[in-house]
């Protein structure tokens, strides 16, 4: 935020601005780096167009889209590429101009085109668009705030995705609950989504794959009468094989308890690998996830394109369609700002869901399906870290925006109310911010035995926040599930709980029973507990019974919830001794532009770029190398510098690793790369100056980059991230992301074995060179 005195500064510095000389009326401001937004008192009747012609002689995107990032509540990752405003005065007057502002000359003046706002745009009604032309912005905030559900319904088909992300912006914390307290976009033949309705989806997710994990995580969450609209694992491994043996666990719980068409399943695999299980394996697949950003280049990072997901989109009609996943400040983080904010970023990729549950619509009418199109998101609100925002009161901010986005472009929308372990918010400000966010009404929440996810090391909502939150709010869940959740017995016929609430052993039994177990009682609940033992040997915590109140924790368990976050911020913290380098094969150490540990939490890109040392060092190894290596290793402490520091955890996995990459033929660099506050990017660009001047423009070559990851998980894991392109990908600086990148995750002497780790990842790496 700008000083008193930085208010008055001129900035120098940025003469690649074109238009900064020329503004007197607005300013960048430079108290702090980067720079801030300062506008000044509009005139009368002033709009943002009129605005930036008296300013800059005519109209400047650059300028545009800088106004328009001023109107937005305050957030790193709005500052972080100068679109934020310096004070409040000026976000107030960037506001009152666009306030003032018609949507005719909105839409006349692009913010930024590519395929993915053309496609959102292909999906918005021109009739209705056309009647509204003439409004202006803070007419149509009135209109929303004094207008009935079925009246706002009538005009969202011509509400662009640009439209609704400046409506957001004009709009208070109690504005948008009102707005989003009266707006309902149920899953068809459902209730998930509907007025005085909590829906949640089960994340069960497993450090290892395990599918005992997995299955165990659901029987706990239906023990708490939590599960309805949603059973979906992140997994971490995205091997075919691997992922359909979890999509079979998960079809095998809904189909024993005769629940597929009611709750479907899916598992957080790339849409490729989800659609080539079900090409191996018809019917094992429900519902499809992909992630989606705002722009075409972001959505490359991710492997995919609008061409590719219409063509999936298409595929999709049967019961259930597509599920998405998004989340403020994805786009800039991977580098694709495209120099305007991330409220329209946001938006952009709701426009997108909103064109794709179209073509599955599309295709279940051409298919004669008797049903419309389940299609739904899930905003993942503060999931990405403090370069995004930091605090409790921005996550309520951006999750409200983003319910009353996600309503406006007619989506069911839910979100996981989150926030990384290296954020300013703990785990009972999680609770403040679930209870001011509630009266929006999202349409479904996550939940996990506790708040921490075993596997993705982040906080989330747990089941008996569900719990508390449906009896606080009113709230039910979706009525068919209600029901199955009286037949477990978990819930009495009034909805209260039974002496068999929280107990997942009970849940187990009835599956049992279901599949034709005839052991006594007593045998399959012993098994059920020794089964449970495993799983939370494997780091996998199960919630049984409950505190003082059925949504409070059981004591012993919120102790180990406590305990492992202060771990996690230890882990967070942590640096490499200086000994460390000793335990490696002959090290070269390299630093990145990070000036301290603070700098490269708060600023990742600082950790994803080499200083101009480091790029010195490995010329000279380059050139010692002489184009003779097929793989070189690197070793970062990224979030979690402990994970390699751990007994039995980096040694093993590189001695098994080299062994076998020998084994395979491959010529593997002597010399290990160590990178201080380095981050996955760091590796590829070590890469291009390893590999990018060779003469065998076909030949590939691999980067191993060992980082330390997940500190909440508890078992101190890295992963490994494995990059195998051609020499002539890596001589186009840039063109090695993470798109092309493979990555084995969770590996822990608690968790995915080191030596088991160092297999698959040459098995992967094998498989990527025969490519």
Known sequence: MATS???????????????????????????SSPASVIVDSPQAGEDLFRYIRRIAGKFDSDLYRRLLGACNEFKEG?????????????RENARLLLRRTRLRDFSEHPIFEDPVVAYGQSAVEEETQTQLADWTFGELVAFLLDSSQEQIQGIMPGLSSDAIACVVKLMSNAELVEVGAK???????????????????????S??????????QVFNGWSFAVGDALLGTNPVSSEIDSVAAIEMALADLVQTF???????????????????????????????FQSLAGVEDANTTFDISVAKMVEHARTRSGRYGLYFETGQGADQTNGHGKGFDMVIHESRKYGFARGLKREVAAAQA??????????????VAGFIGPEVFRSREQLVRCCLEDIVMGKLHGL???????????MDVDLDDLDWCIDQIMPAAPAYLMALPTKNDPMLGYLTTSFQDHVRVRQRFGL???????????????IDEAGQPTQHFGQPTWVYLQYCRRKGDTRSDTEILAEGKRVIAQVRGRGVPIAEGFGENPWDLEPELDRSLRNLYQDSKRCIWAELPDEFTATLSDAMVLSTTSKDRQDYILHPPSGEKLDAAAVAQLQQLAQEQAGTIDVQVVISDGLNALALTDENHLTPFLAALRAQLLSEGLAVSSRDVLVRSGRVRAGYRIGESLYGSLEDRRSKRAIVHVIGERPGSGHHAFSVYITAPTVETWANSGAVDHNITKVVSGVADTALAPSEAAEKTVRILMAMLAE
């Open 5 to 31: 005195i930085g208010r008055r500064l001129f900035v120098t510095g940025l003469a690649g601005l074109p238009w900064l000389g020329s503004l007197s009326g607005f300013r960048l401001c430079m108290a």
């Open 78 to 90: 709005d500052q972080a590429q100068a679109l934020a405003a310096a004070d409040d005065a000026s």
């Open 183 to 205: 707006i309902f976009n149920p899953l068809p033949g459902s209730r998930i989504g509907a007025a005085g309705y909590l829906s949640a989806r089960i994340q069960p997710n």
């Open 207 to 216: 450090p290892t794959d395990n599918v005992q994990d997995i299955q165990w």
């Open 258 to 288: 005769e629940l597929q068409d009611i709750l479907p399943h899916c598992v957080l695999a790339h849409i490729d690998v989800q659609a080539e299980v079900e090409k191996q394996s018809p019917g094992s697949t429900q519902l499809w």
């Open 366 to 379: 051409a298919a004669g399906a008797q049903y419309m199109p389940w299609v739904h998101l899930n905003d």
């Open 412 to 422: 069911t929308i839910g979100l996981d109310i989150c926030s990384t372990l290296h």
């Open 476 to 490: 039910k869940v979706n009525d068919s599930m209600w029901d199955f959740f009286k037949s477990l017995g978990v």
